[in-house]
């Protein structure tokens, strides 16, 4: 084996920063409970927490905060996009910006929202009793690949006007639909309430896109009925997966692996799938499975687009349930006979979906 393989690398300006903030950082695929994550004190954001980097992801990484009883975060700002996850807990958060007026939105353990980019923010726990945990998505590392300098990405005065003016209606407006499968808005009181629309190229199911903070990376729920799985897929990096409700477990591969490995989870548990490495979600609960994706996409008018193209453009990104490996179905009803279940899906239906789907994007004529 070369040097090159074998000598540790360097640490980046990512990683040398991290490690000064103090705080456990999990290297994984993927972390069981959320809920009960090991933290740390953390200094710098006046609670608690641990970084998450999960499926060797560069393009983003995540943290899990908590804020103590009756306590307030430190106020920060950066210029990076960070999307945040209520786990647990209620409280509020207050925005503000160089002659912008301050809101605040009030928020309870499945919200979803976002600060808009280096705008200042501060998080407060509204219970005398409780922590309240909060997840975040970041775009962390690839704004130290390219400034390296804590000091510019923490302490930018910039105002990204078109992002944020201190409009009164900012978190209260409910939002709108874009298009099929994305809703603009601002706030999300509750992921694990909010209305989906079919989506069955990826197999029976819903979805939802959220588009939040006119940010470049975006959100999305997808909820699989009982007894079904999801179509195996890849795509691009960056995807940080949070079970919001039920049963079941993933497969991840790379092609021409020998082996896939198995992540079961629950509601609470993360799982982040590499780039370009396969993955499948099989629900083995007694009802629907829903999960909140957290990851890069491009913003609906200025990039969306593009990333679904280069996705379209791998060229296997999907295995049709035809293709698939016989075995990958004979475990998964294995599975649902423990629990006195029969596998629900006319793989039939769901292959003409897919087929109709791509004649509709074009691919197919
Ligand atoms: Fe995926």
Not at 99 to 120: D, H, I, K, M, Y
Not at 182 to 204: H, I, K, M, Q, Y
């Amino acid at each position: 084996m070369t040097d090159s393989l074998t000598k540790p690398l360097p640490l980046t300006a990512y990683e040398r920063w991290q490690r000064q903030e103090g705080v456990p950082i999990h290297h994984a695929y993927y972390v069981e409970s959320l809920y009960t994550l090991d933290l740390g004190p953390w200094a710098r954001k006046g609670g608690s927490g641990a970084y998450l980097n999960l499926g060797k992801q560069e393009e983003d990484d995540a943290y899990v905060v908590e804020i103590p009883p009756g306590g307030e975060l430190i106020p920060e700002h950066h210029l990076f996009e960070a999307l945040l996850f209520v786990l647990s807990g209620r409280g509020a958060t207050s925005v503000w910006a160089n002659g912008a007026e301050r809101r605040t939105v009030e928020w309870q353990a499945g919200s979803l929202f976002s600060p808009p980019l280096n705008c200042w923010y501060q998080h407060f726990n509204a219970s005398g009793s409780e922590p309240a945990r909060l997840l975040a998505v970041t775009g962390q590392p690839k704004a130290f690949e390219t400034y390296r300098s804590p000091e510019f990405i923490y302490g930018c005065d910039w105002t990204f006007r078109d992002r944020f003016g201190g409009e009164e209606d900012y978190f209260k407006d409910p939002g709108r639909r874009l298009m099929r499968l994305c809703w603009r808005t601002n706030f999300v009181p509750d992921v694990r309430s909010f209305p989906l629309e079919e989506e069955p190229e990826r197999g029976p199911g819903f979805n939802m896109k959220f588009a939040l903070a006119e940010n470049s990376m975006v959100a999305h729920v997808s909820e699989f009925p009982i007894a079904t799985y999801k179509k195996a897929h890849r795509h691009g990096p960056g995807a940080y997966v949070i079970i919001l409700g039920g049963e079941g477990y993933s497969r991840l591969w790379f092609e021409g692996d020998a082996e896939s490995m198995r992540v079961d989870w629950r509601d609470g548990s993360v799982l982040s799938p590499s780039d370009g490495m396969y993955h499948q979600h099989f629900n083995t609960g007694r009802g629907p499975a829903r999960y909140l994706a957290l990851r890069p996409g491009g913003h609906p008018e200025f990039g969306a687009a593009r990333h679904q193209r280069h996705e379209d453009q791998r060229a296997v990104n999907q295995i049709e349930y035809q293709e698939e490996d016989p075995a990958i179905r004979e475990e998964y009803e294995a599975e649902l006979a423990k629990i006195g279940l029969t596998i629900q899906l006319n793989t039939e239906e769901y292959r003409l979906a897919d087929t109709y789907a791509r004649v509709a994007r074009g691919e197919l004529v």
